[in-house]
């Protein structure tokens, strides 16, 4: 297939895929204020610092209220990772492989991009951006359906189902990230009810609360954070999204899994083994949680820069002018 | 003919004006090939008539028919409106037509041949060299060219008008980038999902193997010896607004949809960009006008284009539909000789006459249209889609000036015509049918054989009186039918 048509359902694919997560992300944080004591309210700022543009928004908006933050990552039409934005980008690489998605999938991302735009110009109480949240979850859900619905699983699928895992795993790793701020300040609250509370909602916000009280019943930070980032069957562990992609990337080269033909498969199979070896306590927890999530984005974009190198800019001779840049790397 | 809710239609109190109506006479007796649909038309609540009018733009809007709005930041779309009051082509009028087009693409592109080798029609007088070579369309650059098959103009669209004497005229040819049969395809589909009985009743001739005719033209022209050669579709890019048809052409026909930047060229041979290297590719149908083909031959400012293009194709390695240099043929000026054409190739008659046309470039014809500025259609050499246009009856004294001063400037960019009056078909504007000016424009494929769709696109003006069918000026869309004969 072209390696632009690759690249934009790629593309296509990461978009939807950012745009829940972050409707995830601000959800939950959302709802998080809700339960904290009266005065804890500077908790926005931590959010704004992993979306990795935090001095943009110092610039654009000063201080990380709610209203304020909650702006930055739904509706802001100047910046580029919004959801707003998020879906724009999303429709646009689309629009360019409209021969080679299925006109269901057009039609469908088309309401969904519609849905925000509607939402960004309706007013926004409280209550109506729960139910926002709670929408773009589900167009997501849906998007997805479709796409594995009406799609061959051939090449051009097995490039939304990349992006579709390396974006969230990203995602996975910066909500635990997040929280991990958020939840730290106080030494003294670790084993409360309290904190009890907080990580539910983290795992709520990945939907896998229930999945989570099913295998591991109690609460514990370590549990929580091996879940997330190991479980094998949790579909939105970093895990799971590894080997997901991973097996996108064999899919698409043809060769046999645990060995590599070319970049990307080789940085994604280093990670897959990676995590598949690692054990919370001694590998994450030892090491630091910050650090270890810090480290495994920077993987996670290696791979992804080994994927533009070894399908988009495959060995070709360059031509001067007209070739589409790398868009935006996941900074969020 | 206004309709309370409960009525039907009734097409003997319709008023045709003093205009020639494709489905009725003067009289409001349905016109030969169109009794059956007049017929069942009639039976027809003009409530249900509407409804099924509304369900056929919703379709076209889920299919994605749609067109951007330039400069619409909110990223709305519109459909290109839609009637569904078909026109009627019957049989035996189309087999004229079919003739006369047929004959008229054999003959412009032998011309097309001549022009860029000895050009003996310049030899022999029959068209003055200087127009011919002053053309901006000309392109000298194609001099002793030999595409494939000696076939220069693969794909046309002819654009027809019926005057009110009854008369199909030619009014021009379009044999650089005709767009438009995307919608002919989509029409159908939808037409026969709004009118299934009196469709299957009818019969109708298909339009649906358009794109497989069209995939066989694009191969015929592979190099030699080729058994599985790769045809592409190149488009400008997502954001013109043709790009629906480029994208559905290219999907219908089940080949690549490629912009300039996906193709390379690279030892010689033209490759695009696939996950796995290269390939090469052996057939190109583009949507870009020569000009912005390739930067080392054409324009050199050219983003769009593929560098070194030209000179894979000169080689023979690579095809290119249509051929560079075939716009020479659809100069206006030029279009006024095409009956001379026609004889000195073919020694035969045209078959569809041409509009008469009034050189700016002589000087006593010059004289007659700055004269005649207020009753003429005066019309630029070198453009389409309804730019650089001037109809006379419905302009300015200003704008009359501002042309009078341009075909002053430069004579050989202008010709003129008189105002015709279209023919019309009945549409139903709000709660009323009402006829309304439209032209035709049939697709024309050159390939092994020349193959005619049968039908083609019925444009039609929506607005009251206006004469401009461009879907950038107010212009909708009919289902053609041509009837098979019993």
Known sequence: ???????????????????????????????????????????????????????????????????????????????????????????????????????????????????????????????????????????????????????????????????????RADKTSRILDVKYFLLLPEPSDIGTSFDDLQWSAVLRSVSGLEMFRKRHHGITPERVVGFLILDRMFPRSIMYCVNEADQALHAISGSPMGTFWNPAEKQMGKLRSELAYAHVDDDIIEVGLHEFLDALQTKLNTAGKAIYESFIEADSPRVNGGRSQMQTQSSI | MSQSPTTHLDFSKYNTGEFFDELVDESGKPRNGAELLIEKLEALDFEELKRRQAGAERSLFRLGITFAVYGDTKGKEKIFPFDIIPRIVPSNEWEWLERGLKQRITALNMFIDDIYHAKWILKDKIIPEEIVLAAASYRKICQGLDPPRKIWCHITGTDLIRGGDGQIHVLEDNLRCPSGVSYVLQNRLVMKRSFPQIFAASHVKPVVDYPSQLLKTLEHLAPDGLPNPTVVVLSPGSFNSAYYEHSFLAQQMGVELVQGSDLVVHEGFVNMRTTAGLK???????????????????????????????????????????????????????????????????????????????????????????????????????????????????????????????????????????????????????????????????????????????????????????????????????????????
């Not at chain 1, 997501?140 to 479709?146: A, L, Q, T, V």
């Open chain 1, 1 to 167: 297939m072209l390696s632009r048509v690759a690249d934009s359902i790629y593309w296509m694919s990461r978009y939807v895929e950012r745009a829940e997560n972050l409707a995830r992300f601000a959800d939950v944080t959302f709802n998080m204020m809700l339960d904290l004591p009266p005065g804890s309210a500077g908790q926005w700022l931590p959010l704004v610092s992993t979306t990795g543009d935090h001095e943009w928004f110092q610039e654009h908006y000063g201080d990380p209220t709610q209203e304020n933050v909650i702006r930055f990552l739904t509706f802001d039409p100047e910046y580029s990772n919004s959801i707003l934005c998020c879906l724009q980008s999303a429709r646009e690489n689309a629009r360019s492989v409209r021969e080679t998605i299925s006109s269901e999938m057009w039609e469908d991302l088309n309401s969904f991009y519609l849905l925000v735009m509607d939402a960004a110009s309706s007013s926004d109480s409280q209550q109506s951006l729960q139910d926002f949240f709670h929408e773009v979850k589900n167009a997501s859900y849906r998007f997805k359906g479709i796409t594995d619905g009406t799609m061959p699983h051939g090449e051009p699928w097995h490039f939304a189902r990349l992006g579709r895992y390396i974006e």
């Open chain 2, 280 to 486: 090469r590719v052996d057939v190109i149908y583009r949507r870009i006008d020569d000009d912005f083909l390739d930067p080392k031959a054409f324009r050199p400012d050219s983003m769009l284009g593929v560098p070194g293009l030209f000179e894979v194709y000169r080689a023979g390695r690579v095809a290119l539909a249509n051929a560079p240099g075939t716009g020479i043929a659809d100069d206006k000026v030029i279009y006024s000789y095409v009956d001379k054409i026609v004889q000195y190739y073919l020694k035969e008659d045209m078959i569809i006459p041409n509009v008469p046309t009034y050189l700016c470039w002589d000087d006593k014809q010059r004289d007659h249209v700055l004269k005649n500025l207020d009753k003429l259609v005066v019309k630029a050499a070198n453009e389409s889609g309804g730019y650089g246009m001037l109809v006379g009856p419905h302009s300015t004294k200003a704008e009359q000036d501002k042309f009078a001063d341009l075909i002053k400037e430069s004579p050989r960019n202008y010709i003129a015509q008189p105002t015709l009056s279209l023919s019309r078909v009945p549409t139903i504007i709000g709660d009323t049918v009402e006829g309304r000016h439209v032209d035709l424009r049939p697709y024309i494929l050159y390939g092994k054989d020349i193959f005619v769709l049968p039908g083609g696109l019925t444009r039609v003006a929506l607005k009251k009186g206006s004469l401009v069918v461009n879907s950038s000026q107010g212009g909708g869309s009919k289902d053609t039918w041509v009837i098979e004969k019993s």
